[in-house]
């Protein structure tokens, strides 16, 4: 299993596996109509593969740098292994967060969790689809899970930045809004691809990544 950890301790240099690209739980037509085939087989095998390839070669380098003492590198190194290890985690989870037997609303305590912090189901919804509409450029939509405070929370971030490396939010479900996550099928209308993503959402998924970060 791939570690998410992106920079190894200073000074620690131990042998690991190289990240690979996970396998989709799906095929790559199994969200149609509301996501289609090639949209997929792009997103997952060439976007994603590219930040896994690239997180492996910058985490190598990095390696390479500590073995050395050569700090500038190290410093150097970080934007690639932020950017890269953020998509690559990005998209582990958002894969997860769909499913071709997905949509309607979530149940059980996580459904009440969002009633108590966002009033309601469609008030929740509404916020996470203007929110996610919003992000200027490239960029991801999410529901988090404020461990601190005990409450749920919505939040947008810019390119790949990781939700918990840049917010200390748990992530329970993530909306990617890069150009590559819809333009084949919806070209710039991010909105129709924001309403037609929740015929997909996992809840399932989303309600045990709640339970598990409130253990």
């Not at 790559?28 to 997952?44: D, F, T, V």
């Not at 932020?82 to 769909?98: M, P």
């Not at 929740?124 to 005990?150: D, H, I, M, P, R």
């Not at 710039?188 to 598990?212: G, H």
Request: charged share 20%; with cysteine.
């Amino acid at each position: 299993r791939s570690s998410y950890k992106l920079v190894a301790p200073l000074g620690c240099l131990v042998s690991r596996q190289k990240h690979t690209l996970p396998d989709l739980p799906y095929d790559y037509a199994a969200l149609e109509p509301h996501i289609n085939a090639e949209i997929m087989q792009l997103h997952h095998s060439k976007h994603h593969a590219a930040y896994v390839n690239n997180l492996n070669v910058a985490e190598e380098k990095y390696k390479e740098a500590l073995a050395k003492g050569d700090i500038t590198a190290q410093v150097a190194l970080q934007p690639a292994l932020k950017f890269n290890g953020g998509g690559h985690i990005n998209h582990t989870i958002f894969w997860t967060n769909l499913s071709p037997n997905g949509g309607g609303e979530p149940k059980g305590e996580l459904m009440e969790a969002i009633k108590r912090d966002f009033g309601s189901f469609a008030n929740f919804k509404e916020k996470l689809t203007a929110l996610s509409v919003g992000v200027q450029g490239s960029g991801w939509g999410w529901l988090g899970y404020n461990k601190e405070q005990g409450r749920l929370q919505i939040a947008a971030c810019a390119n790949q930045d990781p939700l918990q490396g840049t917010t200390g939010l748990i992530p329970l479900l993530g909306i990617d809004v890069w150009e590559h996550a819809y333009y084949l099928q919806y070209k710039n209308v991010r909105p129709d691809y924001l309403k037609a993503i929740w015929n997909v959402i996992n809840w399932e998924n989303v309600s045990s990544r709640y339970a598990t970060c409130k253990k």
